[in-house]
């Protein structure tokens, strides 16, 4: 049973929600296209923080993300459309479905598994776009975007070999047309993106952290250069 501690705090956080809604002029005029730009942001936000392991900036995002769902769902309230209450629902119940492992008899050896029963269960499911890339969201950050592809593509046993980044800079660095430069270097950075992907690091946040350092370099350079 859940903790009534944890009851009361979200309910208290619908509350406020709701009065939220009849009451701030701002809150008023959102819908969700002009609140999911804020939802983008915050999981931005909430990435970042766990990116950096700050445990409190991460309970602060975290909160923020979990205000967005309460908001949303208020959304589809209003209209009819569902609650927080079926959205928890059809939540856990998508769960309980991708992972047969847990609640079936299905066994599996490794989380490469687990990934590739999770799509393949996914595009079964009514609704879905078909094909092995249905429902990818072409908007997603390019980074992420080629990962997911690469994986929708690994899991349906359809990936090909990504090519060597070392051989796409050599093409790069040996071109002179400037759309096979910037075709070169496209190659080259989703063979880096799918080198992510195989050794299970996200490279958004990857190369946030490489801005970061370069960041914090060059800042601390300024630094010194301003000393006297």
Known sequence: MTRPDILEALDRLDDLTRRLRRECPWDREQDERSIVPHTVEEAYELADAAQRGDDVKLLDELGDVLFQVHFLSLLMEERGAGDLAAVA??????????????????????????????????????????????????NL???????????????????E????????????????????RAA?????????????????????????????????????????????
């Not at 047969?100 to 799509?119: I, K, S, Y």
């Not at 070999?161 to 096979?180: H, I, K, N, S």
């Not at 993106?193 to 490279?203: C, K, N, S």
Request: hydrophobic fraction near 40%; include cysteine.
């Open 89 to 138: 629902e059809h939540c856990r119940q998508k769960l309980i479905r991708r992972h047969p492992h847990v609640f079936g008899e299905l066994e599996v050896e490794d989380a490469a598994e687990v990934l590739a029963n999770w799509d393949e269960i996914k595009r079964a499911e009514a609704g879905r776009e078909p094909g092995v890339f249905g429902d990818v969201p072409e």
């Open 141 to 159: 950050p390019g980074p992420l975007y080629a990962r997911k592809l690469q994986r929708r593509a690994a899991s349906a046993a359809r990936h």
């Open 161 to 180: 070999a990504a090519e060597d980044p070392q051989e796409a800079l050599a093409r790069l660095r040996g071109a002179g047309d400037p759309d096979a």
């Open 184 to 228: 070169a270097l496209g190659d080259a950075l989703f063979a880096l993106v799918d080198l992510a992907r195989r050794e299970r690091i996200d490279p958004e946040l990857a190369l946030r952290a490489a801005a970061d350092r370069f960041r914090a370099r060059a800042e601390a350079r300024s630094a010194t250069t301003r000393s006297p």
